[in-house]
């Protein structure tokens, strides 16, 4: 009986570039990846990437969908009432894009044909319009909060400040007394500035809720 030899390097699949893409985006952002770095990281030549991508925009599109696959849409099927789905859906996109928030960037287009970002608008919409939102305010709460998510991914606020007391000079600027502080408490100011947010976001939807005509 003929046996094939194993062959010295992994066959390439899509899922291999993605994941090897998807880790050069982590360690070194949107720009780091190209068809020459993935060809090398892969040990393959750079055509052979043409057989399962077509282009660079393709790749970094597949890495975005594979973000968005790892969110929890659970919450839309069952029975919790829009505001608690939503409030746990949020927390689910938050943490998926806290680990790869330099892919954010592509993920902020909109879901164009990626089949898992598709799915995630599909579930909000549905769950949105089968709790009683008329379609155009269902539409536009998925906007905002895609937009809201988004946002809150792309960079820590409390990382913004330098832990420097001296760069803060209460002479210009009088209420930044504490703002050397916040770069060691990042974390906690970040998450609670979301928590804070999306508390008042749907509390504002609840009131928007509640003021519907009678169906």
Known sequence: MWRMARPRKPLLSRDRIIETAGALVDAEGLEAVSTRRLAAALG????????????????????????????????????????????????????????????VPVLARGPGRRPAGLRLADAVFGAMTAAGWPAAHATRIGALMRYFILGSAVASFAGGFVDDRAAYDPAD????????????????VDEGAFETGLAALLDGLALQYEALPAS
């Open 44 to 103: 393959v030549s750079g055509p052979s990437l043409y057989n399962h991508f077509r282009t660079k925009d393709e790749i970094l599109d597949a890495v975005a969908d594979a973000v968005s696959a790892r969110v929890d849409l659970s919450m839309f099927d069952g029975d919790q009432d829009w505001r608690a789905a939503l409030h746990a859906w949020a927390h689910s996109y938050r943490d998926a894009l806290a680990d790869h928030p330099n892919i």
């Open 173 to 188: 600027y009088p209420h930044l007394g504490q703002a050397h502080l916040l770069a060691e408490r990042g974390r906690e």
